[in-house]
């Protein structure tokens, strides 16, 4: 078995949050012999072609960078096996094929965000937040066959805080993925991970699956802690909101009060001044901080200065 040092390695992966896993490699000596990259897509008002940010760091260190519009291309296949890599490694990358996954001796490690077998899937970090879980993680495992089901090889812990969102838990995970990710490399390459199926993890299966548009929509009827915490789970971005005065109402920041409101869910109470608040199926939840329709985001007394109720 090659050191750490010594082992060749494929890194695969597009965005920031593969980013902090490629530079821990690459900090900690790592052999990355190649990048894999999504291809450079228009981007901003003038639509130039924009380079992924994993595209951008592997650049900054040397690395070679490979960007194929098909993974099942034989060119793309083939410059692959030309590097002769030990491990290939997925960080918020698309779906590899079989010829790609299993072509290193050593297979093909992912870091998934958060404590596999739960929340398999493409949104992994907002569901926890949006099933007020008060704790997640980070997991490397073996690809295999079935998305996000391969062998767990090690797993890190991380908090979920009252005041988390998936934007700030989004930071954490990041970076603990890359230290994880080390300590697996390095942990294989010593023979001392001992992998464990998911077959023989003991628990209730959670999903992740992608957030889309109908996800975001605040339906009023629900618990107020429910609705605290889907708008948690969707802040900075995609937002959840609701219908204002006929207008699209994002809300980012929130707190809430456990009532009897009296009132239909959904309608809203101001006093013009310091607080919007909605009335869900158990209490009042309060706006902190928000975007209407047409406007910049801001703090809830900065929107009711110009708010007729």
Same mark, same amino acid.
């Given at each position: 078995?090659?050191?750490?040092?010594?082992?060749?390695?494929?890194?695969?992966?597009?965005?920031? =949050?593969?980013?902090?896993?490629?530079?821990?490699? $690459?900090?900690?000596?790592?052999?990355?012999?190649?990048?894999?990259?999504?291809?450079?897509?228009?981007?901003?008002?003038? *639509?130039?072609?924009?380079?992924?940010?994993?595209?951008?760091?592997?650049?900054?260190?040397?690395?070679?960078?490979?960007?194929?519009?098909?993974?099942?291309?034989?060119? =793309?296949?083939?410059?692959?096996?030309?590097?002769?890599?030990?491990?290939?490694?997925?960080?918020?990358?698309?779906?590899?094929?079989? $010829?790609?996954?299993?072509?290193?001796?050593? +297979?093909?490690?992912?870091? /998934?965000?958060?404590?596999?077998?739960?929340?398999?899937?493409?949104?992994?970090?907002?569901?926890?937040?949006?099933?007020?879980?008060?704790?997640?993680?980070?997991?490397?495992?073996?690809?295999? /066959?079935?998305?996000?089901? &391969?062998?767990?090889?090690?797993?890190?812990?991380?908090?979920?805080?009252?005041?988390?969102?998936?934007?700030?838990?989004?930071?954490?995970? *990041?970076? #603990?993925? +890359?230290?994880?990710?080390?300590?697996?490399?390095? &942990?294989?390459?010593?023979?001392?991970?001992?992998?464990?199926?998911?077959?023989?993890?003991?628990?209730?299966?959670?999903?992740?699956?992608?957030?889309?548009?109908? /996800?975001?929509?605040?339906?009023?009827?629900?618990?107020?802690?429910?609705?605290?915490?889907?708008?948690?789970?969707?802040?900075?971005?995609?937002?959840?909101?609701?219908?204002?005065? #006929?207008?699209?109402?994002?809300?980012?920041?929130? /707190?809430? #009060?456990?009532?009897?409101?009296?009132?239909?869910?959904?309608?809203?109470?101001?006093?013009?001044?310091?607080?919007?608040?909605?009335?869900?199926?158990?209490?009042?939840?309060?706006?902190?901080?928000?975007?209407? #329709?047409?406007?910049?985001?801001?703090?809830?007394?900065? =929107?009711?200065? +110009?708010?007729?109720?």
């Amino acid at each position: 078995m090659p050191s750490f040092q010594d082992l060749k390695i494929v890194f695969f992966g597009t965005p920031d =949050f593969a980013v902090a896993s490629l530079q821990a490699l $690459v900090e900690a000596g790592a052999n990355v012999v190649a990048v894999v990259t999504a291809p450079d897509k228009p981007a901003g008002r003038g *639509m130039q072609l924009h380079a992924s940010a994993v595209k951008q760091y592997a650049l900054s260190q040397n690395l070679p960078v490979l960007q194929p519009e098909k993974l099942k291309a034989p060119e =793309f296949v083939d410059a692959l096996q030309n590097l002769h890599a030990d491990l290939h490694i997925v960080v918020a990358f698309r779906m590899l094929p079989v $010829v790609v996954w299993d072509m290193p001796p050593m +297979g093909t490690i992912n870091v /998934h965000a958060s404590l596999l077998p739960q929340y398999r899937g493409a949104a992994p970090i907002n569901w926890a937040i949006i099933n007020g879980e008060t704790e997640t993680g980070v997991t490397t495992f073996k690809l295999k /066959h079935e998305i996000d089901t &391969g062998n767990i090889l090690k797993q890190s812990k991380v908090a979920i805080l009252p005041e988390d969102n998936i934007g700030t838990l989004y930071q954490k995970l *990041m970076a #603990e993925g +890359g230290k994880l990710l080390v300590e697996t490399v390095k &942990g294989l390459a010593a023979g001392t991970i001992t992998e464990i199926a998911q077959a023989d993890v003991a628990t209730e299966i959670k999903h992740a699956p992608k957030i889309f548009k109908e /996800h975001t929509l605040i339906n009023w009827n629900n618990g107020v802690v429910s609705i605290h915490n889907l708008i948690r789970g969707m802040s900075p971005i995609p937002a959840a909101y609701t219908i204002l005065q #006929e207008k699209v109402l994002k809300i980012y920041i929130s /707190h809430y #009060e456990l009532a009897n409101t009296n009132k239909e869910a959904g309608s809203y109470d101001t006093d013009g001044k310091t607080y919007l608040r909605f009335a869900a199926a158990d209490g009042w939840l309060y706006v902190d901080e928000l975007q209407i #329709e047409g406007k910049k985001r801001m703090p809830v007394a900065d =929107f009711l200065r +110009g708010f007729r109720a």
